[in-house]
């Protein structure tokens, strides 16, 4: 199968001036698919063209269901995966080209913020050497130094004082206290870019407050950058100031976080919108309208909008044919969907809001 | 004032004073402690709580699905009427257990076994609990319920494995409904899926609801979906229950102030109210604290919620808080009385 070489997304602007701190230019990461363990067999195109850059200190959001591609992107972006095709470009250097040795020094400047904070966190290893180690392997040779920097790291995550928890073992701790010990690890070594898969979705929603104002604290504290990827638009609002939403290995949408809450424009968008409840008791009495179907295959998506099968505002002819390049139906706002050729207007389903 | 009201034709459930603890090596652990609650017939109350309030040791209880270090299992549950607590383990599975009352466990898309086909694993249900239905009438009663969750019937002879997390979580609802219960106990079904699969799921369950007039007891700790199902909202903090509201005036305005703070922290896809979040932790079941469960983390303590405060009847609404006292129309339930005269004293 012809790999398609068409490249409609065009860089998007960065909102601040000056280099992005962080640059994935039309990224591609496709795993091969064996048969017999060695025949070629296809590709899962778990991401398929994407682009978009990120600001020093800025936080965006990737929301898609699981699937989507998330995941995949994130670890390209960790480089923990190698892509199939596109580059990511850290302050201006492509991340793989430097060999390990490159990689190393990306990753002293890259903290990850895993899910679950009690599978994240070695149970047999208290916090003090939890958080030493990544110290230690950065050649911080200085015992006090190091300690002094764990003592730091923990006083800014709330873990005061810092004696009582260095030697805490993992299990000691409430699911809280453990994924603030998670993003004290991703902190001790001061990154410039912060990703966190899902902070937040193993909480309690008590506790899942504390731990988005942290993370919002920090990042402006400390000028982070940071990929918050999530399923969950409801709490990216707290959180990030743009929003990419993805789908089938594609982002679709792009915008500021208010702007794509209150003007959705794709339509899967919308269905995402629509889906989330509010608490508010009239919810018992309808029924919350869904796309029918599940996502596509990734092996062999369908031709045109990878939508399209679900769209209920499908445009036979164009969107069951030809993918849709990305269209600005308003300003700074990217969506790609054919229904926008024209320019804007409201997504069919959806009430705009006042 | 505890007027029998078990034999009232309305309730499909009536749970007085269950209490459920755990021997651990580290202590007792009052999991479910004194526990009332009733549940009126084709309606639905969700349990909500945080992760190691009880709520899903409550659903054990009531389906006396108990592992083996129970502790103390004592009290009263009426179902559609009958007493059921007093029945011994074969006459409840036979008779209760998937027949008048099922449940789809937390995580339920992972608790399918893996090497048997669903349609074998739904009939089973059906087959264990009315032993003159043919396996072939079975398998036929499985495609109707697939059918009606929503399974494709092309997946009626596939392996667990080969169906996605949202396709898994209907079979294990249409497990649940196959005996066609009264009752279905529905221990966090949502919670592990995506968006649009949370949402299709609260679909099919409300429309079986509509349909035919199935109860729900609905557990889950998020407040949000829980309001897609909801009629009557208990909260559960630390093993006791501290308010029972109907939706409509609870998700208005909750009345603990648990309760409160814990809507306060739900996040709104839009709107501009600041989030806020509880201090502090919810206490150990290992050694509660006397009085008021939740004192230590309450914006409004007073002196008097060092004595436990029983749960005071304020119009329709049942608020275990000393500061409804004087407002509120009685006390509920068949315990607290002795503490509150206590008090009194």
Redesign the interface.
């Known amino acids: 199968m012809a790999v398609q070489t068409q490249t409609y997304a065009e860089p998007t602007a960065t909102p601040t001036s000056g280099e992005p701190l962080l640059s994935v230019r039309n990224l591609r990461v496709w795993y091969e698919l064996k048969k017999w363990g060695f025949g070629h067999a296809g590709y899962v195109r778990a991401v398929d063209n994407v682009s978009f850059d990120l600001a020093r200190g800025e936080a965006i959001a990737i929301v898609g269901e699981s699937g989507c591609g998330k995941s995949s992107l994130m670890k390209a972006i960790l480089g923990l995966v190698r892509p199939y095709d596109g580059e990511i470009l850290f302050e201006g250097r492509d991340i793989f080209a430097g060999g390990r040795a490159g990689l190393r020094w990306y990753r002293s400047q890259v903290g990850y913020v895993q899910q679950d904070p009690f599978g994240a966190l070695p149970p047999f290893m208290s916090i003090r050497r939890i958080l030493e180690e990544p110290l230690i392997l950065g050649g911080v040779k200085n015992r006090q130094e190091r300690l002094k920097r764990i003592r730091e790291v923990l006083e800014e995550v709330k873990l005061s004082p810092p004696e009582d928890f260095l030697n805490k073992f993992p299990h000691m701790l409430s699911g809280g206290q453990q994924q603030r010990v998670v993003i004290a690890r991703a902190m001790i070594r001061r990154p410039k870019l912060l990703v966190a898969d899902e902070p937040v979705s193993m909480l309690d929603a008590s506790v899942r407050v504390e731990i988005l104002k942290l993370l919002r604290q920090i990042q402006s504290d400390y000028n982070l950058a940071v990929i918050y990827i999530t399923h969950d638009l409801s709490t990216v609002r707290y959180f990030s100031e743009r929003i990419f939403v993805m789908y089938a290995g594609k982002i679709i949408e792009k915008a500021e976080t208010d702007e794509l809450l209150w003007h959705p424009r794709h339509p899967y968008t919308v269905a995402l919108l629509n889906a989330i409840s509010d608490p508010d008791a009239s919810n018992a009495h309808k029924l919350r309208e869904v796309p029918p179907g599940e996502p596509p295959s990734l092996v062999h998506p369908p031709p045109g909008c990878r939508f399209h099968p679900r769209c209920k505002a499908i445009l036979r002819g164009q969107c069951d044919v030809n993918e849709p390049p990305e269209f600005e139906p308003r300003p700074e706002h990217r969506v790609a969907c054919w229904l926008y050729e024209q320019g804007d207007r409201v997504p069919p389903g959806y009430e705009e809001q006042a | 004032m505890s007027e029998n009201r078990s034999s009232n034709n309305d309730l499909i459930l009536k749970v007085e004073d269950l209490v459920l603890y755990f021997r651990t090596t580290k202590g007792v652990v009052q999991a479910v402690d004194h526990v009332d609650f009733e549940l009126g017939k084709h309606r ?1 109350v969700v349990i909500i709580g ?2 190691g309030c009880g709520k899903s040791s409550l659903a054990k209880a009531i389906l006396r699905l108990l592992p083996r270090n129970v502790d103390t299992y004592t009290g009263r549950v009426y179902l559609d009427g009958q007493e059921i607590m007093g029945l011994d383990e074969e006459t409840f599975r036979m008779q209760i257990r998937w027949v008048k009352m099922s449940l789809v466990p937390q995580a339920a898309m992972n608790a399918l076994n893996p090497v048997l086909r669903v349609s074998d694993q739904v009939a089973e249900a059906l087959l264990i609990h009315y032993p003159d239905v043919s396996k072939r009438e079975a398998i036929e009663q499985v495609r109707e319920m697939f059918r009606y969750v929503g399974v494709p019937d092309t997946f009626l002879h596939r392996y667990p494995f080969e169906l ?3 396709m898994r979580q209907r079979v294990a609802i249409a497990m649940a409904m196959i005996t066609r219960p009264p009752l279905i106990i529905l221990d966090e079904p949502t919670s592990a899926l ?7 799921i ?2 099919v369950l ?2 079986i609801k509509w349909e035919t007039g199935t109860s729900y007891i609905l557990i889950t ?11 009557d909202v208990a909260v559960m903090y630390a093993g006791q229950v501290v308010e029972m509201s ?3 005036s ?3 305005e909750p009345l603990h102030p648990y309760a409160k ?3 306060a ?6 709107g501009d109210q600041e ?4 201090p502090g ?1 919810p206490p150990s079941l290992l050694n509660p604290p006397k009085g008021c469960r939740f004192a230590e983390r309450c914006p409004h303590r007073m002196p008097q919620c060092r004595f436990e405060p029983p749960m005071f009847q304020v119009g329709d609404r049942k608020v275990r808080c000393w500061l409804y006292e004087s407002e509120a129309d009685g006390i509920y339930g068949t315990r607290p009385m002795s503490t509150a005269q206590q008090v009194q004293a």
């Not at chain 2, 995506?194 to 299709?200: C, F, G, K, R, S």
């Not at chain 2, 922290?265 to 839009?270: G, N, T």
């Not at chain 2, 989030?275 to 509880?278: D, G």
């Open positions: 639905a945080e992760s996605s997390g949202g995506d968006v649009l699969t949370q949402a299709n609260m679909n409300k429309q700790h998020d407040v949000a979906t829980s309001s897609e199902l909801a009629d109907d939706a409509a609870f998700f208005q703070m814990l809507m922290a739900v996040p709104k896809l839009r989030l806020e979040f509880i932790q």
